[in-house]
Nanobody, 124 residues
């Protein structure tokens, strides 16, 4: 059974940091590209970051570039999202996703497996 379980969300003050983790099971983690997406209330799901199978290629949405860092540890079946300089507009539910392809991509429809999400709230 495929599972993606996010953790690390919470309430943080503007300018603070959080590190999200997503632990995967039930599939060959190292063969999959991974992504982070977010969805704020009343808004569409937004691409945040993507990483290829080996971790040597990454991509970021314009709104988080320079502040967020995606990384992965294939030995631990885990993908991370380090979020720095958080802003109130970063408030959303954050989801990790896995794509059965070595290459990362921005389109959410291209991802095969999804986690349940973890909530991030940034207070001003």
């Amino acid at each position: 059974q495929v599972q993606l379980i996010e953790s690390g969300g919470g309430l943080v003050q503007a300018g603070g940091s959080l590190r999200l983790s997503c632990v995967a099971s039930g599939f060959t983690f190292s063969s999959f590209a991974l992504g982070w997406f977010r969805q704020a209330p009343g808004k569409e799901r937004e691409f945040v970051a993507s990483i290829n199978w080996s971790g040597d290629w990454t991509d970021y949405g314009d709104s988080v570039k320079g502040r967020f860092t995606i990384s992965r540890d294939n030995a631990k079946n885990t993908v991370y999202l380090q979020m720095n300089s958080l802003k109130p507009e970063d408030t959303a539910d954050y989801y990790c996703a896995a794509r059965w392809d070595p290459r990362g991509i921005r389109g959410s429809a291209e991802y095969d497996y999804w986690g349940q999400g973890t909530q991030v709230t940034v207070a001003s």
